[in-house]
């Protein structure tokens, strides 16, 4: 049983210089056999495990990563969350996750910094003006808090922001989500491998899974760098490489994988906050705890595995953002990363089975996976639990690009794709 | 960011170019004979190879004509281009 995080055990580990604390996860060496094994340690693959355990008293699972936990796209993401899609399977899906982070730090008992300090998508023409009440409307409709702003409460909100007639980008308004925001994306990790270790599942990093076992269209364990291990199911949840790893078993998916960059300028006192958004310049700010700015760009538009910064985007990205926010143009970047983003052709994830046996898949989630993280591993842990999908992440099966009924979120995506 | 070799302009940076995806996807001959499986996988499978893969570009700022090209997409090494119907460098 791990010692409870509060008040009282910081000042107890105060007393002892903090020499005191036990490791809040395991580094086990992998069992032969497990009955769930999840391949990809970030946030989703973590949760998915965490809610196996818990919601389905699951807990002879290992998750497999082959770097280090949240390492990848959890470490590289902007952080923000919100549920403001359009469609109802969307709008379920993506709300089930905000309710799930609302309450997340008590869960875990781990901080992970929620932050709901609201999220603003901006409208530079009637066009997105229009567009943005509908998806108001929609949103609204479905239950979820979401209204319109003009010019004048958009000024008010966010004073850095060029709102003047002449402006490259003019504001005709903008949408706002409150209960968006942001969290600490390592800490949804830690918080998920800490209360997944607790109720029994192996963490293995640094194992790379270099092949999927099958026997007669069954999965039977995976073949990775620290040797076989069997297992009854395998989950596939490696963002960023889903199509890669779903090809060791055989299984073709819809999914192009591209590099999607992110950057921080240096510190400097509180100016933002809220998170602002635009789609039509690719830009969405929000200002960390520590003083950057934090800015999403646009994917490059060609396929890639190599998690490199191109200096093409950074600059399409400056010269937008500083329109938006022109006292931005003095700050210099400190650092700027890519991560690589498997989007599908209708810009939302895929939570399915696949045509193997015991193997499931959970990718596909574009440029906005973060958000999703508590309400994926939730549904996609019922879903390898009872081996069917959840009534939330049904729409989100392999099937719809056969059957035609794709859910379309290019519009709420916020990054073209 | 790279520079790609343009089959009819040469050497140019790769910003003037656009993507067209995998290469040597066939349209389906006859369309009326295809199951929803079939129609499933040309229109949205994709190998998206990590490693050596084939894939179309247009140079959409200069000449506007299209080719192919093969790319490692791990590393961006770019293994050469080659015109529409030609058959794939080895």
Known sequence: MKSKYSIFSLMRNAMGYHQGWEQAWRSPEPKSEY????????????????YLAKEHGITNVAVIEKGWIGGGNTGRNTTIIRSNYLWDESARLYDKSLKLYESLSQELNFNIMLSQRGVLNLAHNLHDLREISRRVNAIRLNGIDSEMLNTADVKAMVPILDCSKNARYPVLGASLQKRGGVARHDG?????????DARGVDIIQKCEVTGILRDAGNVTGVETTHG????????????GHTSHVAAMAGVRLPIESFPLQAMVSEPIKPVLDCVVMSGAV??????????????????DHFVSYTQKSTLAVVEQQMAAVTKLIPILSRLRLMRQWAGIVDTCPDASPIVSKTPVEGLYVNGGWGTGGFKGTPGSGWVFAHTIAQDRPHELNAPFGLERFTTGALIDEHGAAAVAH | ???????????????????????????????????DEEWADYLFMR???????????NHAHGCRRWFNMQRNTATHEIG??????????K
């Open chain 1, 35 to 50: 009955d769930v094994i999840i391949i990809g340690g970030g946030g989703h693959g973590l949760a998915t495990a965490y």
């Open chain 1, 188 to 196: 949804v990790a830690w918080g998920y491998a800490r209360a997944a």
């Open chain 1, 228 to 239: 076989t291990i069997k297992a009854k199911k395998v989950a596939i949840v490696t963002a």
């Open chain 1, 282 to 299: 690719h830009a969405y700010i929000s200002q960390s705890d520590r003083g950057e700015m934090v800015m999403g760009a646009g994917i």
């Open chain 2, 1 to 35: 960011m790279f520079l790609i070799n343009c089959p009819w302009c040469g050497e140019r940076d790769e910003e003037e170019f656009s993507y067209g995806g995998e290469a040597h996807i066939t349209r389906p001959t006859d369309p009326d004979s295809l199951s």
């Open chain 2, 47 to 57: 190998k998206n190879t990590k490693g050596v893969y084939l894939e179309r570009w």
């Open chain 2, 80 to 89: 050469g281009v080659y015109k529409i119907g030609e058959t794939p460098p």
